[in-house]
């Protein structure tokens, strides 16, 4: 089935040790996002990919980055992860249809635990 | 400021009884609505979803949901719940005409607990 896939599902990392989330997609969907929920709150957009263009949310610290080499995969990178940064990792992708979009498919998530 | 209210943290109902889930939404324009559930430690799988025509829209696992314009809300409601049905439920918009970006801003979600 198509899908959106995230790796790995569980990630415990260090504090200040640089950490990668991969995503990935079988949709053929051009735009990709990720977004951040903490514990019992609404996942919070941080970036999206619309095909190679990068596009940050304002208010998205500089220790969050992201990188698609290509239409499958999507890769969040942080730098040094703070206690703060613990959270779950949803990516989603979505299809642009003219002035349309289709609605957004979310993966599974990756939980994110920093010690 | 785009925003959307779910006033409802907690809610619980009985197995079989009716549920509605409140949802209230400030934006510019009229924008694309949205109902997720999540499961604990899983991804958002989409309920249903309101771009236009009929104001009541239904989806899957029994749900509908119904768009009022005139008060910026987007209620979902299920008839008989199901135990099945504890779950987290976001509500969430997203622009429509900005090239067609599902850039959601969600509600704050309701944990819906079911008694047996």
């Known amino acids: 089935d198509a899908m959106v896939i995230q790796n790995p599902r569980y990630q415990v990392t260090q504090f200040g040790k640089p950490v990668t989330l991969s995503c990935s997609q079988t949709l053929n969907h051009n735009v990709m996002y990720w977004y951040q929920q903490k514990s019992s709150q609404a996942p919070k957009l941080l970036f999206h990919?619309?095909?190679?263009?990068?596009?940050n949310e304002a208010d998205t610290p500089d220790n969050f980055q992201s990188r698609r080499p290509n239409t499958s995969f999507c890769f969040l990178d942080i730098r040094s992860p703070g206690l703060g940064d613990a959270a779950m990792y949803l990516c989603?992708?979505?299809?642009?249809?003219?002035?349309?979009?289709?609605?957004?498919?979310f993966g599974q998530g990756t939980r994110l635990t920093v010690v | 400021a785009q925003s959307v209210t779910q006033p409802d943290i907690h809610i619980t109902v009985s197995e079989g009884a009716s549920l509605e889930l409140r949802c209230n939404y400030s934006?510019?324009?009229?924008?694309?609505l949205f109902w997720y559930v999540q499961s604990p430690g899983q991804g958002l799988q989409l309920l249903l979803k309101?771009?236009?025509?009929?104001?009541l829209v239904q989806g899957i696992k029994g749900f509908e949901a119904e768009f009022k314009r005139s008060q910026s809300s987007f209620n979902l409601r299920k008839p008989s719940v199901h135990w099945s049905d504890a779950a987290e439920y976001f509500c969430?918009?997203?622009?429509?005409?900005?090239?067609?970006?599902?850039?959601?801003?969600f509600g704050a979600g309701t944990r819906l607990a079911v008694h047996p």
């Open positions: 990919y619309y095909d190679k263009d990068f596009n």
């Open positions: 969430a918009v997203g622009p429509r005409f900005s090239g067609g970006y599902n850039k959601l801003i």
């Open positions: 309101y771009f236009s025509g009929d104001t």
């Open positions: 989603a992708t979505s299809s642009v249809q003219g002035v349309r979009g289709t609605e957004a498919f």
């Open positions: 934006y510019g324009a009229t924008p694309y």
